[in-house]
């Protein structure tokens, strides 16, 4: 649980929440997200303005690539003019037609995140985003990020390791060492 903890993040923006396991990280971006209530505090962002993306990657396992994200972008209100280059760009244009349950946990998770990159809306609250991604993957994602920052768009992230995301603000959500008495600790 997060206690005494407060931050702004402005449009153009990316935050990586950094933290173990059970740090609160998750819980507090379903709270930003509207998907449970903060025992004590406030959250000022409008729900309508978030696109989520959890442990879970949301796909029909029976749907093509391009029909979950079809479904999503319309969902969402996003643009479907962009569906193409977006999956261009996470490597997913090869398996537009490949159904979603046969594809690898990397596929899915850029399946996932093209998901979040067509939701045409300005804050992306990410759980996790990097966890099945190899190397190219990562760097797709890192420049996904980029990108919805410079058109003002707002990224925050919760991750337990290092997403190596040039120009993002860390929050380190990592209990400090304690000391004993000894100095062993």
């Known amino acids: 649980m997060l206690t005494g903890f407060s931050l702004n993040v402005e ?14 990280k998750t819980t507090l971006l379903r709270a930003m997200g509207g998907l449970v209530r903060p025992v004590a505090g406030e959250i000022s962002l409008d729900p309508q303005s978030v696109a989520f993306l959890g442990h879970a990657d949301a796909l029909k396992p029976s749907e093509t ?3 979950s994200l079809a479904f999503w972008a319309r969902l969402y209100g996003g643009d479907l003019e962009t569906l193409d280059q977006v999956m261009t760009e996470m490597a997913l244009a090869h398996l537009a037609r490949r159904t979603c349950g046969t594809l690898s946990a990397g596929q899915k998770r850029r399946t996932a995140l093209a998901r979040i990159a067509l939701s045409n809306r300005s804050v992306w609250l990410l759980d996790e985003p990097a966890a099945p991604l190899d190397a190219r993957s990562r760097e797709r994602l890192a420049r996904l990020v980029r990108q919805h920052c410079a058109a003002g768009g707002i990224v925050i992230a919760a991750t337990h390791v290092d997403l190596g995301w040039a120009g993002a603000r860390v929050e380190d959500l990592r209990p400090a060492p304690t000391k004993t008495a000894a100095g062993v600790g």
């Open 11 to 24: 449009p153009g923006e990316a935050l990586v929440l950094l933290g173990p396991n059970g740090s609160g």
């Open 65 to 67: 690539v391009e029909q």
